[in-house]
């Protein structure tokens, strides 16, 4: 059984298509282990060993699925979102120590001038006219002495991300080899996926679940994945015409932008048959997954992943989807636990899980690593940090994060709750339940919408509506309407801080 990343790649016949983009011939499996041979020797000439860090700056797009599928054969990846600026790469560069950066071959901007600060060997990849799909030419500027060759083992880290950090410095999560693949396995079973099977990845290539759920797991079935230069719900049925995909994998808010663009390409969705629909990384409305599920005569599968878990923890069957669900245990054990003890419970409490994806630890942060982690049942478990509970099927419900949970004076209010009886509003396409900061209360519940197309509705009529389907403790006190609600790099919406950034937290 695979356990390293190069490992991953070993089955799978050279004729096989891996890697394609809208307009761009397909790189083979065999062109795919070509380019890892060629890319390992310039690391190595250049100074970069198997346990080194290299980031890895590229737009979305077929060159950056290869050059994390390639660089994590060799040495440990670190995806960096490109849009950073100058001191926030900087942070994140030197954070993870990092000893080498990939960029596009004319990138000259913010990335090149944090990665010379630290004397990091600049790595450029360049692609050859009408060369396919993720192939490209890697070549070093600044080299260091040249290492000797040597292939990671399972215990080395294959990948470094960090938390969000939202409400506190991001953590950095390292993800062994052994890791990813477990994960990537873990994928490729819930979804059945084999070399007949086609994604087609909108999801950003510097997170977790595009790389993972998207890249990793069809390369372990020997699938295909057709890159798209990120998520533009415009072009995404001209992709989908393009590439023929019969699965694609986002968020809930690109599912909703692609439901709005369904009516009218009804002749691509009815030309090219999806077997399933993929949503994670952020709880889907069960109205949402019944429109997808009409709209495109498929199953809709949501799975629930974070970094921690290298990506997928629980998934929804195949053959048997519960709405308002996040799925069955799918890859790790999954368990409630107590939320202040060590222990494990029945009943509501907090998402903990065990298993060969769960990094190892939180690096150089034994504060987190004590909080997060504990020993019971002759197990390590890793907390989760949201708040959930198993029913009698084992479909795991999730209640919100705990740092979202809304605290009423002294009433607990899930936003997930409320977020699902808006979703019910005929005049409601999107909503996202947030905690408001109260003088006298502590907090109180708020609500952000957006409106479908056509339709009207009152800040009243709205709180009217949840009045009439929520006790009163729980029905928001404010409702603001917009035309957008914000959302993080990955396109979730992001409840913690959204009350400052709609402006309605008085600031002294």
Not at 9 to 36: F, K, N, V
Not at 315 to 326: F, H, I, W
Not at 429 to 435: G, K, Y
Not at 474 to 479: F, G, L, Y
Request: glycine fraction near 8%.
């Amino acid at each position: 059984m695979a356990q390293t990343f190069s490992e991953l790649l070993a089955p799978h016949p050279d004729a096989a298509p891996a890697i394609g983009a809208p307009g761009r011939e397909w790189l083979s499996y065999g062109g795919l282990r070509t380019l890892s041979t060629d890319v390992r020797a310039t690391l190595r000439a250049a100074g970069v060993g198997p346990k080194d860090r290299v980031a890895i700056v590229l737009p979305n797009g077929p060159e950056m699925a290869t050059a994390f599928a390639t660089i994590a054969q060799a040495a440990t990846t670190a995806p960096l979102n490109p849009a950073y600026k100058e001191d926030e790469f900087a942070f994140y560069l030197e954070d993870l120590g990092a000893r080498a950066i990939v960029l596009a071959a004319d990138e000259d901007g913010a990335a090149l001038r944090a990665a010379r600060r630290f004397g990091l060997i600049v790595l450029r990849v360049a692609v050859p006219d009408d060369a396919a799909a993720g192939a490209f030419d890697l070549t070093a500027e600044n080299p260091g002495a040249p290492v000797s060759d040597g292939m990671p083992d399972a215990d080395d880290v294959a990948l470094v991300l960090h938390t969000s950090g939202t409400t506190s410095r991001p953590k950095i999560v390292p993800l062994l080899q052994s890791n990813v693949v477990a994960s990537a396995r873990n994928v490729a079973d819930s979804l059945a996926l084999s070399d007949r099977d086609r994604c087609l990845n909108v999801m950003p290539l510097f997170h977790i679940h595009g790389l993972l759920a998207a890249v990793s797991a069809s390369l372990h079935a020997g699938a295909s994945i057709a890159c798209a230069p990120g998520f533009d719900a415009m072009k995404f049925f001209g992709w989908m015409k393009e590439a023929r995909p019969n699965w694609y994998t986002a968020v809930p808010t690109m599912h909703q932008a692609i439901l709005t663009r369904a009516p009218r390409n009804a002749d691509v969705i009815a030309d090219v048959p999806l077997r399933f629909l993929r949503s994670s990384s952020a709880s889907l409305p069960a109205q949402v997954m019944q429109a997808l599920s009409e709209t495109f005569g498929a199953p809709v599968i949501e799975a629930y992943g974070m970094t921690e878990a290298a990506h997928q923890m629980c998934c929804n069957p195949l053959d048997r989807q519960k709405p308002g669900s996040v799925g069955v245990a799918a890859g790790p054990l999954v368990r409630i636990a107590d939320e202040t003890e060590n222990r494990l419970i029945d009943g509501t409490g907090e998402v903990c899980i065990s298993g060969p994806n769960v990094t190892p630890g939180y690096e150089s942060n034994p504060d987190a690593n004590q909080k997060n982690f504990f020993e019971a049942e002759g197990r390590r478990w890793f907390r989760t940090g949201d708040q959930g509970m198993l029913d009698a099927d084992g479909f795991l419900h999730l209640t919100g994060r705990l740092k979202e949970i809304i605290n009423r004076g002294g009433e607990k209010v899930s936003p997930l709750e409320v977020d699902g009886v808006l979703m019910d509003h005929p005049a409601i396409q999107q909503v996202v339940t947030f905690a408001l900061p109260h003088p006298k209360l502590g907090e109180e519940v708020a609500a952000a919408v957006v409106l479908r197309d056509g339709q009207s509705a009152t800040e009243a009529d709205i709180r009217a509506f949840a009045g009439e389907r929520l006790a009163a403790f729980k029905v928001p006190r404010r409702v603001v309407i917009l035309d957008e609600i914000p959302k993080g790099a990955t396109g979730k919406m992001q409840r913690i801080g959204l009350a400052e950034k709609l402006g309605l937290v008085e600031t002294a």
